[in-house]
């Protein structure tokens, strides 16, 4: 099993900037890839980003490029989500989540293992 938790969440003004962190203990080990998810109240969740483990190679979601940043730090077993130039619409609550197969998804259903989320709320 896989045990993750989020942090970093909290409200900021439109423009502004906030770190996520998702600390990951227990088989990191059998993990390919984590990723970043959101979701909103009455909408699914949507794909934000992800990054592997091995090679640190990252995908992001249209909305986000260009304003978001995963890293990760192997040593830490952690990885980070910058979000920069936030917007209202960035809203959410946001969740990572571990992914044991290779490639790129952004579909929720090929991630395994989920955080509790941290919320997100960016005034205008």
């Known amino acids: 099993q896989v045990q993750l938790v989020e942090s970093g969440g909290g409200l900021v003004q439109a423009g502004g900037s906030l770190r996520l962190s998702c600390a990951a203990s227990?088989?990191?080990?059998?993990?390919?890839?984590m990723g970043w998810f959101r979701q909103v109240p009455g909408k699914e969740r949507e794909f934000v980003g992800s990054?592997?483990?091995?090679?640190?190679?990252?995908y992001y979601a249209d909305s986000v490029k260009g304003r978001f940043t995963i890293s990760r730090d192997t040593a830490k077993n952690t990885v980070y989500l910058q979000m920069n130039s936030l917007k209202p619409e960035d809203t959410a609550v946001y969740y990572c989540?571990?992914?044991?197969?290779?490639?790129?998804?952004?579909?929720?259903?090929?991630?395994?293992?989920w955080g509790q989320g941290t919320q997100v709320t960016v005034s205008s």
């Open positions: 990054i592997t483990w091995s090679g640190g190679s990252t």
């Open positions: 989540a571990t992914r044991r197969t290779t490639g790129r998804s952004g579909r929720p259903s090929d991630y395994d293992h």
């Open positions: 227990g088989r990191t080990f059998s993990s390919y890839a």
